[in-house]
């Protein structure tokens, strides 16, 4: 009997664990989209530089 409790419980982990790394993939897809559809790519990429890798100045208001 506590053999299969053990392992009902390690089941249902189990599947608890697939279904958040699937939210998570899906959260991700997401993000991917929304920065390609933002074109977020264009200030956050300096010169021949890595995508997203900043090294662009930003003229902010100061405080």
């Given at each position: 009997?506590?053999?299969?409790?053990?392992?009902?419980?390690?089941?249902?982990g189990?599947?608890?664990?697939?279904?958040?790394?699937?939210?998570?993939?899906?959260?991700?897809q997401?993000?991917?989209?929304?920065?390609?559809?933002?074109?977020?790519v264009?200030?956050?990429?300096?010169?021949?530089?890595?995508?997203?890798?900043?090294?662009?100045p930003?003229?902010?208001?100061?405080?």
């Amino acid at each position: 009997m506590k053999a299969l409790v053990i392992a009902t419980l390690a089941l249902l982990g189990s599947a608890a664990a697939n279904a958040a790394e699937a939210d998570q993939q899906a959260l991700v897809q997401q993000g991917e989209y929304l920065a390609r559809a933002g074109d977020c790519v264009a200030c956050h990429t300096a010169k021949d530089g890595k995508p997203f890798a900043g090294g662009l100045p930003m003229e902010t208001p100061s405080a």
